[in-house]
Nanobody
Framework: QLQLMESGGGSVQAGGSLSLSCVAN????????MSWFRQSPGKEREGVAA????????FYADSVKGRFTISATSTLNNITLQMNNLNPEDTAMYYC??????????????WGQGTQVTVSS
């Protein structure tokens, strides 16, 4: 099935920035989305941002609007999540997902292994 390759996680101080990348081999956003989810211990997986419909539709969680930006390369198989003004509440394992819609985890059938983001105060 589809392989998703994630990168860009790391550890930063509050107020800092990180950029996450996800490459989907053999896949192009067309009728569905590529997206980022996150999950911290003891919490359910949360949809963060999604880019859909050939790049024409975007979704963001309310908690990240104005701070995070999702974008894609011209080939529409590589999405970037630019995360600015990070705070400790953003600490989580971030997962790339593909072939779904919106910010509902159950809608996606392809997932990456995740990349850890840690924000210290």
């Amino acid at each position: 099935q589809l392989q998703l390759m994630e990168s860009g996680g790391g550890s930063v101080q509050a107020g800092g920035s990180l950029s996450l990348s996800c490459v989907a081999n053999g896949y192009r956003i067309w009728k569905n989305c590529m997206s980022w989810f996150r999950q911290s211990p003891g919490k359910e997986r949360e949809g963060v941002a999604a880019l859909c419909a050939n790049g024409e539709v975007k979704f963001y969680a309310d908690s990240v609007k104005g701070r995070f930006t999702i974008s894609a390369t011209s080939t529409l198989n590589n999405i970037t999540l630019q995360m600015n003004n990070l705070n400790p509440e953003d600490t989580a394992m971030y997962y790339c997902a593909a072939k779904g819609w919106g910010l509902t985890a159950g809608a996606y059938d392809s997932w990456g292994q995740g990349t850890q983001v840690t924000v210290s105060s």
